[in-house]
């Protein structure tokens, strides 16, 4: 198993780098685009919801934790790596401050197989999260099995009036 950990400044112009990271990694392990993106966009939001303080101000850096071998579970978690939250918000609290039960965090969950929030022993918070290969790969099959069968049934039909 490969783990790689990325300590990334509490700055939100770095979360295009996490996007593309977070985005390839998931694709050399094995899923397929769709479920790819799936991660990518919990690794995002959760990087949002652990960089941003309320009133304080943003994490000065949080780490993003990756384990993963091909073919197997996909596991990352990201903390925040800081005793200070000194990179200034223009608004405080801003607007787009995680609050328990936002929408952030029902992403988090929807998307992921398995979510863990919490906080390490010297009390910086974090989010646990794993997607599981083979359900998501099942669940990708079975949604393309779907979609075949309504376009055979519709071709089906665009055959019979053609011969009408």
């Known amino acids: 198993m490969d783990n790689l950990k990325i300590t990334i400044p509490g700055k939100p112009e770095y979360m295009t780098m996490v996007r593309l990271a977070i985005t390839s990694l998931a694709t050399y392990a094995g899923f397929d685009v769709e ?3 799936e991660i990518k966009m919990a690794v ?3 990087c949002k919801n652990i960089s941003c303080h309320g009133s304080q101000g943003f994490s000065d850096k949080y780490e993003i934790e990756v384990n ?3 073919g197997s579970n996909f596991e990352v978690t990201v903390t925040d790596a ?3 939250h000194t990179i200034e918000k223009l608004e405080k609290p801003c607007r787009m401050c995680p609050q328990e039960g936002d929408i952030g965090a029902i992403m988090i969950h929807t998307l992921m197989d398995c979510v863990e929030v919490g ?4 009390g910086h918070k974090y989010i646990n999260m ?4 083979a359900d998501s790969q099942a669940a990708g099959k079975a949604a393309g099995a779907d979609s075949g069968a309504g376009k055979s049934s519709g071709s089906e039909a665009d055959d019979e009036s053609e011969k009408n």
């Open 130 to 133: 794993v997607k599981r290969i």
């Open 119 to 122: 906080q390490t022993e010297d």
């Open 82 to 84: 800081c005793d200070s």
């Open 44 to 46: 995002v939001e959760a």
């Open 68 to 70: 993963l071998e091909k």
């Open 35 to 37: 479920n790819a993106e």
